[in-house]
């Protein structure tokens, strides 16, 4: 695709700016001779017509339709001025009405429209209506609620056994029966291409894994280029999943295809990038027909019907091996199942079952912070298109240093950051596994809405700009997005009244200590110890230090390091804003420019009702090291 928009009715203006003018024209001459009345012209002054011809003409609009083969139909909308002369000789009148006229056109591609004809001619009907209408780009118009039953008459028309029977849909099948064959030899030097589908024979410029050099190689029409590094960096459910992509293109893109060619006699393939889109180009037309071949490729592959079947049958069947009733228990690899079923990425399978109304299947196969965070899922329509309850600790770190909202939020203890999530720090939702882990509990999985913050994303590295396949679905680890995540008001659902009561009295507890902190350290550090209701020993024992040490560091006999101090105040689970108080006038200072004051930062902001285990994880991931 050129960089430019396409633009059919650009082209048809500009080429057949004759042949619409003297088709008109006859039009015109023919309903003079023989029914003047049928042009609806409204006349003023004229008393009876005399000379009528064609004076000018304007074209609007182009309406494409698709028709079979590389024919494509499409109605001219024309706005006309005609010259009206006077038939009575008593006067001298000229009048130069206005009509809007619609030349209906066909023509066939493959033949550069060089058989454009025009079949008929009417006044312009605003309720005309259209079937498989096209973009002014020849892109074939698909909304969202018909891309089932696109993909479904793709399969009829090139693997109708596909429908027949729930399973693999083999690629190279689909392609053979549609006359294209696949090639699989390297395409860049950076792999940045995994498929090219060329609509023309070309020369094309190609690398050459032995040389390590750019080549060129003839290239027949009709041929799918796939290169085979896919399989090492990806898996085969990403080359299948190409193979497809690129046979949708052939099939609903050619169109858009000539019109470029058309347009550019250079252009002769369409390239599909790693991160999505086409090399090389940058149009409207080109990001409408990847949101296309994004969004058929899986239907293809999964047909919707066949998936059901299959997704039902291992439901049941991992219900009867677990002995677990509740989806979200079994969800993944019921999601790893389907993938083997049907030959397709992890990834495909779970926006697919997502697709097929399991709403449990967002919360699976969630990688973040190099682990896949626990299964999930939460009350339908809690979540903005663009949120998502899952942060990792980098982006939280960021935002606790940049969203003064956020960090006041966590300060006074209410929430914990816990596997990914900053959930409310209740024991409804926060618990201690049998490893000493904090852990979220099953009834916290079940109803994330009811007790986690929300955050906002955007997406780097990918020109499909919606959410739902690419932000929410594509935490994925080999996904290729990049996801930037920022709080801005994620406090949809407050706690049930049952819990708040609750909360309420930690929130005020804690803040009536705050009220007693001087600007003593050491006398903060008695308060919050005899608060706590711990011994030496047991807070000792909780942090990994000794005793006395502890001791002596409260009492003011030690002056604390920042690791020390920092455990002292995440074993008595300190709220932030106390924990930051004690830091503020200790002589032990969190410095901003020490990577690992950061992270400890980070865990006195948001860990401080966790398990010590859970809390010196968190750190380690980070290689920081306390104890």
Known sequence: MTKSNLSFQEYVS?????????????????????????????????????????????????????????????????????????????????????????LRCTGDLDKDLADFSVNGIDIYNSKDKYKRKLYDSLVPVIYRDECEQAAMDFLKRHYPKGLAQPGYIDPIEVAKSMGLTVVQRSITEDCSIFGQVYFRDCDAELYNDDTGEMETIHVPARTILVDPQTYFLYNLGKVNNTIIHECVHWDFHRKAFELDRLCNNDVSMIGCRVVGGVKGRDSHAVDIMERQANSLTPRIQMPMGAFKTRAIKWIREYRERTGKTDLIDIIQPVIDALAIDFHVSRLAAKIRMVDAGCEEAIGAFNWVDDHYVATHRFKKGSLKPNQTFTIGAEDLARQLVSNPKLKEIVSDGTYLYVDSHLVLAFGKYVCIDETGMTVLTDYARNHMDECCLAFDMTVEGCDDNEYYTVCYLNKDKDARVILNIAYTDGLQFSPPERQKKILEEQVYRYANLYKSFSTDYVDCLQKAYKDSGLSYKELA?????????????????????????????????????????IFQYSPCELLYRNKDHIWIDVALQTMSGQSMASIKKFLNNHNVFII
Not at 16 to 35: C, G
Not at 73 to 95: L, P, Q, S, T, W
Not at 566 to 571: E, R
């Open 14 to 102: 500009k080429r057949f700016d004759n042949a619409i003018f003297n088709s008109l024209a006859a039009h015109v001459e023919n309903a003079r001779n023989n029914d003047f009345d049928r042009l609806r012209l409204r006349l003023r002054r004229i008393r009876r017509v005399g000379d009528v011809e064609l004076y000018d003409t304007k074209v609007l609009r182009v309406d494409a339709y698709d028709l079979p083969g590389s024919k494509v139909g499409f109605d001219i909308r024309v706005e006309a001025h005609v010259k009206v002369c006077e038939g009575d000789h008593h006067y001298d009148n000229v009048e130069f009405p206005q009509q809007w006229f619609v």
């Open 541 to 581: 024992i909780n942090i990994g230090m000794h005793p006395d040490v502890v001791s002596r560091i409260i009492n003011g006999k030690n002056d604390p390091a920042v690791e020390s101090l920092a455990l002292i105040c995440l074993g008595m689970k300190l709220p932030y804003k106390l924990s930051s108080h």
